[in-house]
Each structure stands twice: as C-alpha cells, then as structure tokens.
C-alpha cells in the first residue's frame, strides 16, 4: 500500500511540473560574511539537484538544491580554508534546500523548506522572485541565517567574532 501512495504521489508531482535545467554559468549562490574589520562575499557556481516547475501554478513546484561547501570562493584562498575548517567541511561537505510548500505572496512568493548546514536541520522561509517568459525562468532571492543556529562557533580576528548573521543570496536561471 506504501508503494501504491509514493507511485501516485510522484506521478502527480511530475505530471504537473516540468524539470528546469539550471544554467551553471549564470546561476549563483552567495554569501556575505561581515566583520567590523572587514566584509566578503563568497560564491558558487556549482548548484546540483533539481528544480521542478509548474508553470500553471508555482505553488505545485519542488525544489531540491546542494551546493558543495568547497565550491565557495571569496578570492581570498587562507579565508576559504578557514571557512571549511569553521563548518567542518570533513563532517558536512554540502549544504542543501529542500521544499515542503510554495506560497503566493502580495510581492512575490515564498519558499519554505528544510535548510541543512552543519549537520543541523532548520525550517526555514525564503522569500523569492520568480521571473517567467516561453522558456525562462528567473528566481532570485536573498535571506539570512544565523551562524549560533546551526550550532557553528564563529570565527575571531583581532579577538573580535564575525558577525552571527550572513546573508544568502541565490541567482538560478533555467530552461523550462
């Protein structure tokens, strides 16, 4: 009786929705790490998983997303190793999204899923742009976390911590 429930309820999600194939050139996520001594940005390219659209109604979609945490660039090379050595990339080598519910909102829309980052699960909701034509889809989004959430022992310079919020932005752009 399981099988029979999961087999109609993927063939409903998949019979609604249409796989987006993500342009890994153009797409993004990023983070802003601050500092009273400094501010960064680190990037990634290398978004992997899938995204699937309805594009009849948005709120029928699925998202499922991990970035690498290796991938993350800063162009500073000793920042990036220490980043890996703070999040422990040994232990947690990705960082993933994935979505429960799609809402539509007055300016936009909503995604609220499960963030996984160092090994810590969090419910979380992503306000988001969706930006449509024929065969494109644009979603942008930016949002913020918090590092002592996910239990993450913010790094020090000159004695003084990193800021405890980083801000997270994500650029996808696909073909539908």
Same mark, same amino acid.
């Given at each position: 009786?399981?099988?029979?429930?999961?087999?109609?309820?993927?063939?409903?999600?998949?019979?609604?929705?249409?796989p987006v194939s993500i342009d890994v050139e153009q797409s993004f996520i990023s983070?802003?790490?601050?500092?009273?001594?400094?501010?960064?940005?680190?990037?990634?390219?290398?978004?992997?998983?899938?995204?699937?659209?309805?594009?009849?109604?948005?709120?029928?979609?699925?998202?499922?997303?991990?970035?690498?945490?290796?991938?993350?660039?800063?162009?500073? =090379?000793?920042?990036?190793?220490? $980043?890996? @050595?703070? &999040? #422990?990339?040994? %232990?947690?080598?990705?960082? /993933?999204?994935?979505?429960?519910?799609?809402?539509?909102?007055d300016n936009g829309y909503s995604i609220t899923g499960i963030?996984?980052?160092?090994?810590?699960?969090?419910?979380?909701?992503?306000?988001?742009?969706?930006?449509?034509?024929?065969?494109?889809?644009?979603?942008?989004?930016?949002?913020?976390?918090?590092?002592?959430?996910?239990?993450?022992?913010?790094? =020090?310079?000159?004695?003084?911590? $990193?800021? @405890?919020? &980083? #801000?997270?932005? %994500?650029?996808?752009?696909? /073909?539908?």
């Open positions: 009786m399981k099988k029979l429930i999961i087999i109609l309820f993927f063939q409903v999600v998949f019979a609604q929705g249409v983070y802003d790490g601050r500092h009273p001594a400094h501010n960064w940005t680190g990037v990634s390219k290398e978004i992997k998983g899938s995204f699937i659209f309805d594009k009849d109604n948005p709120t029928s979609s699925n998202v499922d997303l991990f970035v690498p945490v290796f991938s993350f660039d800063s162009k500073n =090379s000793n920042r990036d190793s220490n $980043m890996l @050595d703070v &999040i #422990e990339d040994y %232990f947690y080598p990705t960082v /993933s999204f994935t979505s429960s519910k799609i809402t539509k909102e963030l996984f980052f160092h090994g810590v699960q969090k419910e979380i909701t992503i306000p988001v742009n969706f930006i449509l034509d024929d065969k494109k889809i644009i979603v942008d989004a930016d949002f913020s976390v918090s590092l002592s959430d996910y239990k993450i022992k913010r790094p =020090s310079l000159l004695t003084i911590k $990193m800021k @405890d919020d &980083i #801000e997270i932005k %994500f650029f996808l752009i696909g /073909s539908i």
